[in-house]
């Protein structure tokens, strides 16, 4: 009977900037999401122009891995561990983006962070650009609109190529890039963390979201290109943050409409997989009087650049509505489509709905036929600690649990090949979405509160043992 590749890579994701802290330290500079503040439940996060007094900024202590990094290396090869996907904070590289040589003392700590993993037989996964960006680059260029930054972009990727080759194999040169689509209305959030700015306070924003999309993707297969040539042993594979659509009646219209915002997120991959930026693309930007700056040369790295292996995060799916004036503005989703009604939702009102993964595991490989891996899922909650210092996170198991199964099914019974499990959050994190600390995902619990309180000490959750022995089974218990 099929089971899962032997080799299968299990393990987990987090993002430099929301665990690492340390955020003025050994010549780091500002990164954008240093001035974004805490959030709370149901409240947007705010983002600053400058850090002021008074205001909490998660990510300045973050979980405080910079310093206890081992400690919580140590925790993941307890589980059983061969992978772990990290980002790299670009600001402590290039503390303002363009600077000439880079900071030395910033690749020392990457540097020392891989050797630990490998010193445990986990397999990094390096993720180039997290939501990650120095703010000087926004301040100075205007982010990635500008066609510049795909230089400074491409230098710090050459950095940490050169810096950590022989050692990393799996470069990943986005986090979630797509969810900033020129023709729908993105929200200050997603444009924030994708690029350092606010839709609403853009004066042409479709034109400048074309300009984003377009340049991260050539960015990449910029640096697809440059990796594999300083070792041919690279791959190259890019992260997006998936989510399906399902229409909310059988009516065609709402079927068309929710193909169409499933597949709105697939525009930049197609660009990086296909070997050309889509021609349907500059189409619809042509019809839209939008105008991307593609120069002749473009076209090569479109095609030598092409991915070879395909990530996706996959937390929740929407729905897609063109008549159900039922719908309104408390059941929309994250995503701009509304809550199934189908489904239950999360303490943060994400609907749960593990066979939408089995669903997008079959789309993207039948369109694709690359090897995939999921790179990020899990469940945010408000976890309990109890009297002795215990976490029963049944909830969380049941969610990764359901998931995997479902997996599973793909690889299996649909022949998806999917050649890695990398659950978010392993540790508990800063939220991306909300600055939160209540919302948790770890099967480690960190003692640190919304208020900045707290010990930082680590517990075991329930869910710890239970990843423990999937991965020990390979997934089968
Ligand atoms: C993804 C991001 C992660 C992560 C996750 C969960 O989109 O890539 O950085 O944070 O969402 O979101 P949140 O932390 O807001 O619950």
């Known amino acids: 009977m099929k089971t899962l590749k032997e080799n299968f890579l299990w393990g987990g994701s987090i993002a430099a900037h929301q665990c690492e802290g340390a955020y003025q330290e050994d010549g ?26 008074g205001k909490i900024y998660p990510s300045h202590e973050g979980i405080d891995f910079y310093h206890r990094y081992k400690e919580d290396i140590k925790l993941f090869a307890e589980m059983g561990f061969n992978c ?19 900071n030395q003392k910033g690749i020392e700590f990457y540097q ?5 993993m490998l010193s445990y037989g986990i397999e990094p996964m390096v993720t180039l650009y997290h939501f990650e960006m120095p703010v000087e680059i926004v301040r100075q260029y205007g982010s ?47 444009t924030y963390l994708v690029a350092g700015i606010k839709y609403s306070e853009l004066e042409n924003p479709k034109q400048i979201l074309a300009n984003i999309g377009y340049n991260m993707s050539l960015a990449s297969v910029k640096a697809a290109c440059l990796a594999r040539n300083i070792n041919a042993d690279n791959k190259v594979g890019c992260v997006f943050g998936i989510t399906p659509f399902y229409p909310a009646t059988p009516h065609p219209d709402d079927v068309l409409a929710a193909f169409k915002q499933t597949m709105r997120d697939f525009y930049q991959v197609d660009a990086m997989c296909f070997g050309q930026f889509p021609q349907y693309k500059i189409n619809e930007y042509i019809s839209n009087d939008i105008n991307i700056n593609i120069l002749e040369e473009d076209e090569k790295f479109f095609f030598e650049g092409r991915l070879d292996f395909l990530g996706f995060n996959y937390y929740q799916s929407e729905m897609s509505s063109t008549l159900n004036t039922k719908q309104t503005s408390e059941n929309r989703g994250l995503h701009g489509g509304y809550i199934n009604p189908y489904l239950e939702v999360s303490d943060w009102g994400w609907p749960i709905d593990a066979k939408g993964l089995r669903y997008m595991l079959n789309l993207v490989y039948r369109r694709y036929n690359l090897p995939i891996i999921i ?14 210092n215990e976490i029963i996170d049944d909830y969380r198991i049941k969610y990764l649990n359901d998931h995997i ?26 939220s991306a979405t ?3 600390m209540k919302k948790r995902y770890g099967f480690i619990y960190v003692d640190k509160q919304d208020d900045g309180s707290g010990t930082l000490n680590r517990y075991r959750k329930k869910s710890f043992n239970w990843y423990k022995e999937v991965i020990a089974s390979n997934g089968e218990s």
């Open 112 to 116: 020392r962070l891989v050797d630990e």
């Open 144 to 190: 990635w609109a500008n066609r510049k930054i795909i230089d400074l972009y491409l230098k710090f990727a050459e950095t940490m190529f050169k810096a950590l080759n022989n050692k990393v194999r799996y470069w990943v040169t986005f986090n979630e890039l797509n969810h900033v689509d020129p023709m729908s209305k993105a929200s200050d959030m997603f």
């Open 434 to 436: 909300t600055g939160e």
């Open 405 to 430: 199964r479902e997996l599973k099914k793909a690889v299996i019974e649909d022949d998806v090949d999917c050649f890695g499990y990398l659950m978010w959050g392993p540790i508990d994190l800063v």
């Open 84 to 102: 772990l996907r990290i980002s790299i904070d670009w600001s402590r590289i290039y503390p303002s983006g363009d600077e000439e040589v880079p």
């Open 375 to 388: 790179t990020e899922n899990g469940l945010g909650a408000a976890d309990e600690v109890t009297a002795n």
């Open 28 to 53: 780091k500079g500002l990164a954008i999401m240093d001035l974004a503040t805490q959030g709370s439940y149901g409240v947007p996060r705010e983002f600053t122009k400058q850090v002021e007094p």
